[in-house]
């Protein structure tokens, strides 16, 4: 086991109606006039927004707003976000929604006090020291942008979706009533359910040894989300199977599974330039490329994911690499039967241009990235054709 830091900043209001605690959350953190950024509509159409705008008005609080956030959100709505809280004065930022309404909070958090252009921040350039406070009231789990300190934004000018952390950009606080996912799409639910799967599994697939603790932890939460799915998609007004997703969201990427160990993200890497490229959902882009990711890497490295086969799907197969075969499959039949897609045909991308995914994508990464296996562009480019 390596060592490491763990830093749970935020603070986790979970259950029915926590969402009209939103004034009373400002005020214990002292942000005394929020920017509320939120997408483009549901929030409006559920009345979740106006409920939010009593609460804080009731309290005395003032607030700006900016509607509008995209999926794979982008960077023109973070500089208008920018102009706008530095034109009104914010002094905090509320995100009402999902994960792109995280990620564009984080993103304006951090520029505020920054110099120069938040974009230096995602291309590595400069590192985020400092940050205005950010607050949840989450809608949508997937993510998990509600108890981490990461976020990701797609440059318009050369289509570019980059990500970057830091401690200071966890949520103060994150209101979490399951009852607000009810009437999410099956395909959205469905997709986020495999991001925060996603999430774990970037983690788990490492080549740390003696992490039996974070391993375990990390199989008993994709256990439950593989059990509850199935019970979400069939009730979606299933509270108990909402809840235990909401949370599994949550505990997916705030670090509880990440303990001691070299994590991944090869996956997320080879993903981002896929939606970036052909604008395909995030989560849906994930169910394509792991299959291919682990397809690939079981022929150089296949002991964890054997592992992940016996310990997740109780695979029966003492041989490493037929385990890992059967367990792969598993993972596709499981996404399949949930909805989501796992080629990118069925992404409904017809000859993808896989060559240009992996020139972008190592352009975006280095000459190699990964650890579970070192990935190059002609590695990349053989994912990309298994992907198809």
């Not at 900016?66 to 973070?78: A, E, S």
């Amino acid at each position: 086991m390596e060592n490491f830091t763990f830093f749970p900043a935020t603070k986790y209001v979970f259950g029915r109606g926590v969402e009209n605690q939103v004034a009373d959350q400002l005020k214990v953190f002292g942000m005394k006039k929020p920017l509320i950024v939120y997408g483009k509509g549901s929030v409006v159409r559920s009345g979740l927004l106006d409920r939010v705008r009593k609460s804080i008005a009731d309290a005395g609080i003032e607030h700006e707003e900016l509607g509008g956030v995209q999926p794979n959100p982008t960077d023109d709505k973070v500089y208008e976000g920018i102009a706008l809280a530095k034109e009104k004065g914010v002094d905090s930022l509320l995100a009402v929604g999902g994960g792109s309404s995280i990620d564009t909070a984080k993103a304006i958090a951090a520029a505020l006090p920054y110099n120069g252009d938040f974009w230096d921040f995602y291309c590595g350039k400069a590192k985020v020291t400092k940050a205005l406070p950010v607050g949840v009231v989450l809608t949508i789990p997937a993510a998990g942008s509600e108890g981490s300190g990461n976020t990701v934004i797609t440059k318009i000018s050369d289509m570019r979706k980059l990500g970057m952390g830091s401690d200071s950009l966890r949520p103060k606080f994150a209101l979490m009533n399951p009852e607000l996912t009810f009437t999410l799409p099956p395909y959205q639910t469905a997709a986020g359910i495999t991001d925060m799967l996603a999430h774990i599994m970037e983690r788990y697939f490492s080549n740390t040894p003696e992490v039996e603790i974070t391993d375990r932890v990390a199989e008993g939460v994709m256990k439950a989300i593989i059990t509850e799915a199935p019970k979400v998609m069939a009730d979606p007004e299933n509270y108990d199977a909402r809840a235990n997703i909401m949370w599994s969201g949550t505990l997916a990427h705030n670090g509880v599974c990440s303990g001691g160990r070299v994590e991944d993200w090869a996956t997320h890497a080879l993903e981002h330039e896929l939606s970036a490229l052909y604008g395909v959902t995030h989560g849906a882009g994930l169910a394509v490329m792991f299959p291919a990711w682990m397809t690939y890497a079981m022929r150089e490295n296949p002991g964890k994911l054997a592992q992940y086969a016996r310990r997740v799907f109780d695979v029966e197969e003492a041989d490493d690499t037929k385990a890992a075969a059967i367990g792969i499959e598993r993972l596709k039949d499981f996404l399949t039967s949930i909805g989501m897609p796992v080629t990118m045909k069925g992404l409904v991308i017809e000859n993808a241009d896989t060559a240009l995914l992996a020139q972008k994508v190592t352009e975006s990464k280095g000459d190699t990235f990964g650890n579970y296996i070192r990935i190059d562009r002609d590695t990349a480019r053989r994912i990309y054709d298994l992907a198809k």
